[in-house]
């Protein structure tokens, strides 16, 4: 069974960097599908923010591309995002994700609510 | 790319039968069949519903179906259950290897 679970810090202050990492179990990274990041700011909707494949080949959503870094880790074990510099608009809850190569998602983490704040 | 457009809300009693339409152009819904629905209940991860339009992951009942019409997806619900009360999100690839979604559709059982 494919799992995925989101780490990180759930405060970051203005204009630092949001830093969260994505574990993956039961399936392994280098196999294949893309991996990615979606947030959803707390009451509004889904927002893509970026996929990676196991090769290292990145796809950002525009409005955020300047900020954005997805990688994968060597392990192949767990994948990354950052974002820099944040404001309070950054504040959501992050998931990572499973997608195919038809861009659907079939297996999520559970969520991090990360909030921008000082 | 703008976010697809959805209804915010849709209802229906337990039984009856619930369309949610997800409008977009003829660069995303309408250009291809990367279409996907994903129900979230509250507090919950979004879970997939539909792909590819028309297909449903295993697990999914079969009261869950969907279709295309030019720039327009849809989401039906047939034979409405308590349990169907979520979120609803539909996404489409972009093209350039983008992927849009829409606003979200609070549906209500009745």
């Known amino acids: 069974q494919v799992q995925l679970q989101e780490s990180g810090p759930g405060l970051v202050k203005p204009s630092e960097t949001l830093s969260l990492t994505c574990a993956v179990s039961?399936?392994?990274?280098?196999?294949?599908?893309?991996w990615g990041w979606i947030r959803q700011p707390p009451g509004k909707g889904l927002e893509w923010i970026g996929n990676?494949?196991?090769?290292?080949?990145?796809f950002y959503n525009p409005s955020l591309k300047s900020r954005v870094t997805i990688s994968v880790d060597t392990s192949k074990t767990q994948f990354s995002l950052r974002l820099t510099p944040v404001t309070a608009a950054d504040t959501a809850v992050y998931y990572c994700?499973?997608?195919?190569?038809?861009?659907?998602?079939?297996?999520w983490g559970q969520g991090t609510l990360v909030t921008v704040s000082s | 790319q703008s976010a697809l457009t959805q209804p915010p809300s849709a209802s229906g009693s337990p039984g009856q039968s619930v369309t949610i339409s997800c409008t977009g152009t003829?660069?995303?819904?309408?250009?291809?069949?990367?279409v996907s629905w994903y129900q979230q209940h509250p507090g919950k991860a979004p879970k997939l519903m539909i792909y590819?339009?028309?297909k449903r992951p295993s697990g999914v009942p079969d009261r869950f179906s969907g279709s295309k019409s030019g720039n327009t997806a849809s989401l039906t619900v047939s034979g409405l259950q308590a349990e169907d009360e979520a979120d609803y999100y539909c996404?489409?690839?972009?093209?350039?290897?983008?992927?849009?979604f829409g606003g979200g559709t609070k549906l209500t059982v009745l």
């Open positions: 994700a499973r997608y195919s190569n038809t861009w659907r998602a079939d297996y």
């Open positions: 039961g399936y392994s990274i280098s196999s294949g599908y893309y």
């Open positions: 990676i494949y196991h090769s290292g080949n990145t």
């Open positions: 003829s660069s995303d819904v309408g250009g291809y069949n990367s």
């Open positions: 590819e339009v028309t």
């Open positions: 996404s489409s690839y972009a093209g350039s290897n983008n992927l849009v």
